[in-house]
């Protein structure tokens, strides 16, 4: 632990400098990923438990094992180890037959998408995920392009390919009708866009931006901000002014401008 105080006090150091004030996140070993939207927190750690956060402190969430955990206006859904796609509602996530999916993301406005093994993408339109019940099977859109990971705010969706090129495209959430994949400059492994439409990606090398410039007319945005962080990251999710990051050493800090 003291390790780790000494970790988080530079930590504050040097974020201080970009806006940031950051300190360690409620604790839980072995964090793999996590996700925030419209103020609620789900993770799983490195054992594919699914937990969310109340008040101060991780709550075990199901009795499901996960790989990947998202929460958005579509409710909250997960990826198995072996790609079956679970949905969570009455207490527990249930199984929902159909198209496999390796990453998914609940974060658009009503609909999910996420892509498979093979880097295909698929979209669950906002009128078909809200109807979705247990034993339902999935009917999803097949989206052109291939990435191996996105992340969506509204109708505007982010991701990456298995070159680590990073793109954007409008998704439709009520026919996942989509405009085409656009890409911009830069390399990334992770990509996140919070409720609010910021956008956010962690690189190889653990380093994270920010998108700048974003508008109406650009969504696109103009160019990459780096964020200094004196460790490597993992994941990152944004919402609601919040910055939730994991660290290379598998816990999470939370940062605030």
Not at 56 to 64: I, R, Y
Not at 166 to 181: D, K, L, N, P
Not at 220 to 239: C, L, M
Request: negative net charge; proline residues 4%.
């Amino acid at each position: 632990m003291r390790a780790v105080a000494t970790f988080l006090v530079l930590v504050n150091f040097f974020i201080g400098c970009y806006g940031l004030s950051c300190k360690a996140g409620p604790l839980q070993f072995s964090v793999a990923q996590l996700d925030a939207s419209q103020g609620m927190v789900v993770m799983t750690d490195k054992d594919s438990n699914v937990f969310f956060l109340s008040g101060s402190s991780w709550s075990k969430l199901g009795s499901v094992p996960l790989k990947h955990v998202s929460v958005g206006p579509a409710g909250i859904w997960g990826v198995s180890n072996d790609d079956k796609v679970y949905k969570f509602a009455g207490g527990d996530f249930f199984p929902v037959s159909g198209q496999e999916l390796n990453q998914l993301d609940a974060g658009g406005e009503g609909h999910v998408v996420g892509v498979t093994d093979g880097n295909n993408i698929h979209c669950l339109n906002a009128s078909y995920v809200s109807s979705i019940q247990p034993e339902s099977i999935l009917d999803s859109n097949t989206l052109p392009g291939r990435l191996i990971y996105t992340s969506c705010s509204s109708n505007v969706c982010w991701g990456v390919s298995s070159s680590h090129n990073i793109y954007f495209a409008s998704v439709s959430s009520s026919t996942c009708v989509t405009s085409g994949w656009t890409e911009v400059e830069g390399k990334a492994v992770k990509v996140e866009v919070g409720t609010d439409g910021r956008v956010f990606v962690v690189n190889e090398s653990g380093k994270l931006y920010e998108r700048i410039g974003i508008s109406n007319g650009a969504p696109g945005g103009a160019d990459w901000k780096i964020i200094e962080i004196p460790t490597p990251i993992e994941h990152v999710s944004y919402d609601l002014g919040r910055l939730w990051l994991v660290t290379e050493c598998e816990f999470i800090l939370e940062c605030t401008h």
